[in-house]
């Protein structure tokens, strides 16, 4: 009975991996369902499907907007679009948040203060309390994007060795903080930035002059980070490391036979390698003028906010909506905070010697969304041609009247949404990607219900992260297995994913009721952001 049913998870294992292998690169996904859209437009306005439009009347009549769908290939939409290409693209609104992020993200993590910062705060960590600082430094650790990954992840397993205690353990706990925990912080990052450019742009097909805050989660994903940290720390030290085994250090001795399949794997090996070594007094003297510069910056922000001016407040505007001005400089602040913060680290550590330094580090981080741009293309493209054509609008309405007619209560619809979300991810790994397409859907039709869209992202973050952690499709995940086989040489894709399986049905199954208690208590997500809002 038990071979049947190894045979039988492993047959759905590879039925996952085969079928996802199957899907094309999500740049042309988009650009085929801008095809479909296509013709799903010309079939919806041949039939006439319309929608009663829940808020807006006619100015002519004054009798409720009828809202039609419009052909995509009707000479005003086909003008529309050959002559508003470049503001299409350019006025999708991710681009410019993830864009000026990343500016400052890039200094910060080219100059090292990222990875120093993570080495740092883990390589200390009390051993009955190593599991906990793994983790949390992780989760926390997804503000430097991909040097958690690259940094964080093999320093774990070092680090878990040296306690005595089984490496694989280890990187299984970063990885689930890293990965499972995608959306769990502290603070807003890039990843808010990202999410709520899209969920903006989504909003603006229904409802007119919304505007994106950024910390519109801060509370859900700080609630997030102490829930799951607790989760991860059970599992690792009670299902994983059990499960594992005693550790055979001789086994470290073995890992020429587990060597990288490609030169570039091995590259990023060495590089782990490198970040063993014990954190050296230019880095620790970076890493106090980094402290220093980050505590000036938010001094600054805090005097915009508090002192004399005040040009972070909006003194003319209702009460909750006083600090507007604060939420829309959160973009700006994370990009000088950064860059302010990795100037003065990389000047102490070494690592930026002048000014040109520090605009090839700005350069080179532009250099790596290189791929976002040309996805931020199709995606601005299918958003907008979604939003032409009507049918998100009579979507979101007729879908509000269908959900309103099965009177499910809101948490268990948020749950359905984090469940489907965490299916759907194991096929497309792109969180933007997922994001773009379900967005322009989901978050008008469940703000018809009075569902605030911060409340929809926030739904959707947490299927979205808690299946990163056993889908092979996820980007990470063959140099995740790479790191594992230094430790033990033959471990393979099946080896991770049964590794990793438990952390992914507990960070789902919290998350799933972290929802539910949100959603029944209508507790605030982030700063001006309810979970429920007035309809019509």
């Known amino acids: 009975m038990a071979t049947r049913t190894a045979d039988a998870q492993g047959g759905f294992l590879k039925w996952v991996e085969r079928t996802g292998n199957r899907l094309p690169d999500p740049v042309f996904i988009f650009l085929y369902l801008v095809a479909v859209l296509m013709l799903i437009s010309i079939a919806a306005t041949w039939t006439g499907v319309s929608a009663v439009h ?27 679009l050959l002559t508003e290409m470049p503001q299409t693209f350019t006025h999708f609104h991710p681009l410019g948040y993830v864009l000026v992020v990343m500016l400052g993200a890039g200094v910060a993590e080219r100059s090292g203060l990222f990875g120093t910062a993570m080495r740092a705060a883990v390589s200390n960590a009390p051993t009955l309390l190593l599991t906990p600082f793994v983790a949390l430094t992780a989760m926390v650790g997804n503000l430097a994007a991909d040097a958690a990954y690259v940094v964080l992840i093999p320093l774990a397993g070092v680090i878990f060795a040296a306690a005595g205690r089984h490496p694989i353990a280890g990187i299984a706990a970063a990885f689930a903080g890293v990965s499972g925990g995608f959306s769990a912080n502290l603070f807003p990052g890039q990843l808010d930035a990202l999410l709520f450019g899209i ?56 890992v020429a036979a587990g060597q990288p399949a490609d030169a570039a794997a091995e590259t990023r090996v060495d590089n782990a390698e490198a970040e063993d070594a014990p954190i050296a007094d230019n880095q620790r003297r970076g890493l106090r003028n980094a402290g220093f510069a980050a505590l000036a910056i938010i001094g600054v922000w805090l005097f915009f906010v508090f002192g004399p001016g005040t040009p972070l407040i909006d003194e003319t505007a209702t009460a909750e909506a006083r600090l507007t001005p604060f939420y829309q400089s959160l973009v700006a602040g994370f990009f000088i905070l950064f860059l302010v913060a990795g100037w003065a680290y990389g000047k102490a550590a070494g690592t930026i010697g002048t000014h040109r330094d520090l605009v090839k580090m700005m350069s080179e981080s532009m250099g790596d969304l290189a791929y976002y741009l040309v996805l931020a293309f199709a995606a601005a493209h299918f958003v907008a041609m979604f939003a032409w054509s009507n049918l998100g609008l009579i979507i979101a309405v007729h879908g509000a009247d269908g959900l309103r007619e099965l009177a499910l209560p809101a948490p268990v619809l948020l749950a359905v949404i984090v469940l489907f979300t965490g299916v759907l991810n194991l096929f497309v790994g792109s969180a933007s990607a997922k994001w773009a397409l379900l967005a322009p859907v989901l978050v008008p039709m469940l703000m018809l219900l009075g569902i605030s869209a911060e409340m929809t992202t926030a739904a959707y973050r947490v299927g979205d992260s808690a299946t990163n952690i056993i889908t092979p499709l996820m980007v990470y995940f063959p140099l995740i297995m790479v790191f594992c086989q230094r430790w033990v040489p033959e471990f393979g894709i099946g080896s991770l994913m049964a590794t990793m399986l438990p952390y992914s049905l507990w960070l789902l199954g919290t998350g799933v009721v972290l929802i539910m208690i949100w959603v029944g208590l209508s507790l605030p997500l982030g700063p001006g952001a309810p979970v429920f809002i007035p309809v019509g």
């Not at 808020?55 to 529309?80: M, Q």
């Not at 603006?204 to 994903?221: C, K, L, S």
């Not at 599992?235 to 250090?249: A, F, H, N, S």
């Open 54 to 80: 829940p808020t807006a009347v006619d100015e002519a009549t004054g009798a409720p907007l009828v809202i039609t769908a419009e052909s995509l290939l009707s000479a005003d939409n086909i003008r529309r």
């Open 199 to 254: 969920t903006e742009a989504a909003v603006e097909t229904v409802f007119a002059d919304f505007q994106a805050n950024i910390a519109g989660n801060w509370f859900f994903i700080l609630a997030m980070t102490f829930v799951y940290l607790p989760t991860i720390w059970f599992v690792t030290d009670r299902v994983i490391e059990p499960r594992l085994g005693k550790y055979t250090p001789t086994a470290k001795a073995a």
